[in-house]
T-cell receptor, first 112, second 109 residues
C-alpha cells in the first residue's frame, strides 16, 4: 500500500521566516495531495491541496509544490506568524477516498 | 451548519467497560471514517463506511465495532475497553476531501 513519509517531525522558526515541510510517497498512481493544519484541541483542517496535473499551487502565504518524478511534495509557509504554530499533516490518495494515507505530522512552532 | 460533530468530547473509562462514540454530519456525505491519533503515529484508520448500511475495516480495526444505520451518523463502539485504546478519536466525512470532527479524547484506566 501507499506509504507517506513526512519530515521533519518538529520545526521551530522565528516569526517572519519561512517554513518548509516535505513529504514523500511510494505509489506513483497517487494523484491527490492535501495538507492539513491541526491546532491544539481541534481536528485537522484542510489548508491547501494539489492534484497531479499541477506542479505548484499558492494561496496567500502558503504554497505546495509537487515533483511527480521524484514522488515528493512540499508545503511552504512564508512570513510565518505565531498563529501558524500547529501540527501539519500531509496526505496522498489515488482516487480512493478511504485510501487517504497520512504522514505522521510535523509540529511547527513559530516564536515571536 | 454544524459540519461534523462528535460526542462526547472527553471520556474516562475503566478497563473492560464499553462505550459508543457518535459522529454526526449534516453535509450529506456518503463516506464516513473513524481514525485514532496517537503521539508519533499520525492518523490511523479504524473503520470506514461508504454509505448507509455499509462498514469496512481500516488499518487498526481490532477491538472496535461500527455501525451506519443512518446516513448522517457513524457510531464507533468499544465493547471491552483496554488501556491500549487510550487515544484521541477523530471522525471524518467526505470523499477525496476530508472534513474532521473536533475529536474525542478517551482515557482507559
Amino acid at each position: 500500500g501507499e506509504n507517506v513519509e513526512q519530515h521533519p517531525s518538529t520545526l521551530s522558526v522565528q516569526e517572519g521566516d519561512s517554513a518548509v515541510i516535505k513529504c514523500t510517497y511510494s505509489d506513483s498512481a497517487s494523484n491527490y495531495f492535501p495538507w492539513y493544519k491541526q491546532e491544539l484541541g481541534k481536528g485537522p483542517q484542510l489548508i491547501i491541496d494539489i492534484r497531479s496535473n499541477v506542479g505548484e499551487k499558492k494561496d496567500q502565504r502558503i504554497a505546495v509544490t509537487l515533483n511527480k518524478t521524484a514522488k515528493h511534495f512540499s508545503l511552504h509557509i512564508t512570513e510565518t506568524q505565531p498563529e501558524d504554530s500547529a501540527v501539519y499533516f500531509c496526505a496522498a490518495s489515488k482516487n480512493s477516498p478511504y485510501a487517504l494515507n497520512f504522514g505522521k505530522g510535523t509540529s511547527l512552532l513559530v516564536t515571536p | 451548519n454544524a459540519g461534523v460533530t462528535q460526542t462526547p468530547k472527553f471520556r474516562v473509562l475503566k478497563t473492560g467497560q464499553s462505550m459508543t462514540l457518535l459522529c454526526a454530519q449534516d453535509m450529506n456525505h456518503e463516506y464516513m471514517y473513524w481514525y485514532r491519533q496517537d503521539p508519533g503515529m499520525g492518523l490511523r484508520l479504524i473503520h470506514y463506511s461508504v454509505g448507509e448500511g455499509t462498514t469496512a475495516k481500516g488499518e487498526v480495526p481490532d477491538g472496535y465495532n461500527v455501525s451506519r444505520l443512518k446516513k448522517q451518523n457513524f457510531l464507533l463502539g468499544l465493547e471491552s475497553a483496554a488501556p491500549s485504546q487510550t487515544s484521541v478519536y477523530f471522525c471524518r466525512t467526505g470523499n477525496t476531501e476530508a472534513f474532521f470532527g473536533q475529536g474525542t479524547r478517551l482515557t482507559v484506566v
